[in-house]
């Protein structure tokens, strides 16, 4: 089941040019999958790296996260947004940079989950070769 940028933005609140995920491929209450498409036009390249540029690192774990946060909001039913929060980052390595031009296949699991507290393991590839991965704990909030 896909999910377009017009469904991302009715269960998240972030907005250009903070919106890291372009479309999911796949979601469930337990797992999703989704693409970000990297251009020279995003504003981060400015200044990172004009020269050479490639994505900052953060914003890698930030698209996972919000991959994620769409994924619980999913699990809740979509009429109740309920916004994600970085609680921690366990494990987390950058295996090769990204660039301009390439397509990021992000992947969300779910591990466990106890009240407020999801903690989810993340995966982000290019071409077949992972750029990321690491666990990502989420608080929910309101």
Do not use: C
């Not at 296949?105 to 989950?113: A, D, E, F, G, Q």
């Amino acid at each position: 089941m896909t999910k377009d940028v017009k469904w991302i933005q009715s269960v998240l609140p972030h907005r250009y040019p903070f919106l890291m995920v372009d479309r999911i491929l796949f979601i469930s209450a337990e797992e999703a999958v989704g693409v970000k498409n990297v251009t020279i036009n995003e504003p981060y390249f400015q200044g990172h790296f004009p020269d050479d540029p490639i994505m900052p690192g953060v914003l890698l774990l930030e698209a996972l996260a919000q991959l994620g946060g769409a994924m619980i909001n999913f699990g809740h039913g979509e009429k109740e947004e309920r916004r994600g929060y970085f609680a921690g980052l366990d494990g987390v390595r950058f295996r090769r940079p990204v660039r301009p031009g390439d397509q990021i296949i992000l992947k969300v699991t779910l591990i466990k989950h106890k009240g407020n507290i999801y903690k989810l393991k993340g995966e982000a590839t290019v071409d077949g070769e992972t750029v990321v991965e690491g666990e990502l704990l989420i608080a929910l909030g309101k």
